[in-house]
Nanobody, 115 residues
């Protein structure tokens, strides 16, 4: 079955950087859209970055210019490079893939931005 496992979260100071990874297994995802979402306490889950099978990317205004999504199809892995982190980026970050019309989610990795 499809599984997504995120890693790379942690505590970082404002202005710092983190790189999240998501390893997907159970299928080939090279043609699928893959995305990162986040959910802060008391807030709804929101899209952070998306990368299509054709390597097209899109970001919301809140992270554009600071976050970069990439993928390595040979490793079935998607990455999220986060720079210039702010306290408001604190959230659980989830990996998502739309595989044959079904959405799959990882369990998430916590990112805390605090001094």
């Amino acid at each position: 079955q499809v599984q997504l496992v995120e890693s790379g979260g942690g505590l970082v100071q404002p202005g710092g950087s983190l790189r999240l990874s998501c390893v997907a297994s159970g299928a080939s995802f090279r043609f699928d859209d893959m995305a990162w979402y986040r959910q802060a306490p008391g807030k709804e889950r929101e899209l952070v970055a998306r990368i299509t099978g054709a390597y097209s990317t899109n970001y919301p205004g809140s992270v554009k210019g600071r976050f970069t999504v990439s993928r390595d199809n040979a490793k079935n892995t998607v990455y999220l490079q986060m720079n210039s982190l702010k306290p408001e980026d604190t959230a659980v970050y989830y990996c998502n893939v739309d595989h044959w019309g079904t959405n799959y989610w990882g369990k998430g990795t916590l990112v805390t931005v605090s001094s």
